[in-house]
C-alpha cells in the first residue's frame, strides 16, 4: 500500500493538477495539522476533476481555512522564510496545543487507574464500556481532516493515548465486571496485523467472561477494504471474528462511512460482504461535517446503501470541537434540519441511525427538535449514554441558540439555573 504524506502528499496534489498556490496551503496547514493519503483513497474516491470540491478531496486534503488565520499566517511566515526545523516545530506545537487536542476532559476525567497506576491508553467513561488504545494501531490508512482523534497522529508523545501490554487490559477488566464492551481504537485497529490483533482478543476469550462485545473502531472499509480481502492476512482476521462469535462473543466493527462514494466501489462491497459472513456485524456511523456530507441526499443516500449491504445505520454525531472544527463544524440548528430531512428520505429499516448527537464531557448528548417552553424557543435534549447513569433519557432543554455548534456554547432554558455537567470522580 502506497501512501503519501508531508512532502508526497505536496507532489501529489500537484501531479493531479492542483495549482501552486493550493500546494502552498497544504505545506502550511500540514506543518500543524496531520493529513496523509493512500492510493486507494486517491485513485479510487477522489474525483479529481472535482477538486478542490470534491467532497472526498475536502475530506483528506488540507484546506487554509482549518488553521485559525493567525496561525496560518505565523506557519507560512516561517515556511516562507526557510526557517529552521527546530522553530517550525516549536510553532507547530503551540499551534496545536492551543486547537483543544483533547476535547472532554478526556485525559483528566476518562483515564482510569489500577493498582494505584494510569492506565495511559484505557478510557472508562461509561460504566458499560472501556476504550482500548493498542500501542500498535495508533495510526490510519489516510486520515480525515476532520478527525477528533488527530492528536494521536503529530509528534507530541504527550498527547499520544496508547496502552502496550494487553495485561493491562485484562487486569483491569478483572476488577471491573460491570464492563460488557470492550471498544478497540485509535487511530484505527485494523491498521494491526492479524497476529497483533490475536494478541489483544485472545486474553478476552480466555480471562474475562463478562466483556461480550467486541467492537473495533476503524475506517478500513472506507480507506482500505482489501484488509478484509485481498490483504496478506485478510483470512486469518476473518478467521479470528469467526472464533470470537463461536465463543459467544458479539463482535461488531464500528465503520466510519462519511460519504456514499465509499460504499459505491466493488471492493468495499466485497469486504462487508466477507465481515458479515462470519457473524459479525458492521455498524455506521460518521460526523456531519461541513464541504464533505452536510447535505439530507447524501445521508439518505448513505443510509439506504448501507441498509441494502447489510450494514446498520448507527449514528450521526456533530464534529467535536477541536482541531479543525471551525472548518468542518456546523451549527447545531443546521444539524437537525440536516437530520430530519434525510431521516424522511428512508425507510424506517434506515432510521437506527440517531442524530444529531454530541460526544460531550458530561455524555453522549441528542438533539431531538425544538420547542417552546414558557413562551421560549429551546432545544429539546437527552442523553443516550452518561457519566452519571440517572441522566440517561430524561429531556432537558437548552435556549435556542442559532449560532451555536456545541454543547459547551448552549445555556439554560430563562427559568432553568445549568445544564448537567460533570467535574466527578474517575472509574
Same mark, same amino acid.
Request: with cysteine; charged share 25%; glycine share 6%.
Given at each position: 500500500?502506497?501512501?503519501?504524506? =508531508? ?30 493519503? =493512500?492510493?486507494?483513497?486517491? $485513485? %479510487?474516491?477522489? $474525483? ?12 483528506? /486534503? ?10 496560518? #499566517? ?23 496545543? #492551543? ?10 476525567? =476518562? ?20 476504550? *482500548? ?54 487511530? $484505527? ?16 476469550? %480466555? ?28 483470512? #486469518? ?19 466510519? /462511512? ?7 466501489? #466493488? ?25 464533505? =456530507? ?12 448501507? *441498509? %441494502? ?30 437530520? !430530519? ?12 441511525? !440517531? ?73
Amino acid at each position: 500500500m502506497k501512501h503519501y504524506a =508531508n512532502e508526497r502528499l505536496a507532489q501529489l496534489a500537484r501531479d493531479r493538477g492542483m495549482p501552486d498556490e493550493y500546494v502552498r496551503d497544504l505545506r502550511v496547514v500540514s506543518s500543524v495539522l496531520p493529513f496523509k493519503v =493512500n492510493e486507494y483513497v486517491a $485513485d %479510487e474516491l477522489i $474525483d479529481w476533476s472535482a477538486a478542490p470540491d470534491d467532497p472526498i478531496f475536502r475530506l483528506t /486534503f488540507p484546506h487554509r481555512d482549518m488553521l485559525p488565520a493567525p496561525v496560518f #499566517d505565523r506557519m507560512a511566515a516561517l515556511l516562507d522564510a526557510g526557517a529552521p526545523r527546530a522553530e517550525l516545530r516549536a510553532a507547530a506545537t503551540a499551534a496545536q496545543l #492551543d486547537l483543544n487536542p483533547h476535547p472532554g476532559g478526556q485525559l483528566e476525567a =476518562n483515564v482510569p487507574t489500577l493498582d494505584g497506576r494510569r492506565l495511559d491508553g484505557l478510557q472508562h467513561k461509561y460504566a458499560e464500556t472501556v476504550l *482500548v488504545f493498542p500501542s500498535q494501531g495508533q495510526t490510519c490508512h489516510s486520515y480525515c481532516g476532520y478527525c477528533f482523534r488527530w492528536a494521536q497522529f503529530v509528534s507530541q508523545d504527550e498527547l499520544r493515548q496508547a496502552l502496550r501490554d494487553p495485561a493491562d487490559l485484562t487486569g483491569y477488566l478483572a476488577h471491573h465486571p460491570e464492563v460488557t464492551d470492550v471498544l478497540f481504537t485509535g487511530g $484505527d485497529p485494523m491498521i494491526m496485523r492479524t497476529e497483533v490483533v490475536r494478541r489483544w482478543v485472545e486474553p478476552l476469550l %480466555e480471562r474475562t467472561d463478562t466483556a461480550r462485545t467486541l467492537r473495533f473502531g476503524t475506517k478500513a472499509l472506507s480507506y482500505w477494504p482489501a484488509r478484509f480481502t485481498t490483504g496478506p492476512d485478510a483470512d #486469518d482476521l476473518l478467521r479470528l471474528f469467526e472464533e470470537c462469535v463461536a465463543r459467544g462473543r458479539h463482535v461488531a466493527l464500528m465503520a466510519h /462511512f462519511s460519504h456514499p462514494r465509499e460504499l459505491e466501489t #466493488d471492493a468495499v462491497r466485497e469486504a462487508i460482504a466477507r465481515i458479515r459472513a462470519t457473524g459479525a456485524e458492521v455498524r455506521a456511523q460518521a460526523p456531519l461535517v461541513a464541504h464533505v =456530507n452536510d447535505d439530507p441526499a447524501a445521508w439518505s443516500r448513505m443510509w439506504q446503501l448501507q *441498509v %441494502e449491504l447489510g450494514v446498520i445505520p448507527y449514528y450521526m454525531f456533530v464534529e467535536r470541537d477541536t482541531g479543525a472544527s471551525s472548518y468542518f463544524g456546523l451549527p447545531l440548528a443546521r444539524a437537525l434540519d440536516i437530520y !430530519r430531512e434525510a431521516v424522511r428520505g428512508v425507510s424506517g429499516l434506515a432510521r437506527t441511525a !440517531r442524530g444529531p448527537v454530541m460526544s460531550a464531557a458530561p455524555g453522549k448528548v441528542m438533539l431531538h427538535g425544538t420547542t417552546e417552553v414558557a413562551g421560549e424557543r429551546a432545544f429539546v435534549l437527552s442523553f443516550l449514554q452518561a457519566r452519571r447513569p440517572e441522566w440517561v433519557g430524561r429531556p432537558f432543554f437548552a435556549a435556542y441558540d442559532e449560532h451555536a455548534q456545541w454543547y459547551d456554547e448552549l445555556k439554560p432554558v430563562s427559568f432553568g439555573t445549568t445544564l448537567p455537567s460533570y467535574a466527578g470522580d474517575q472509574w
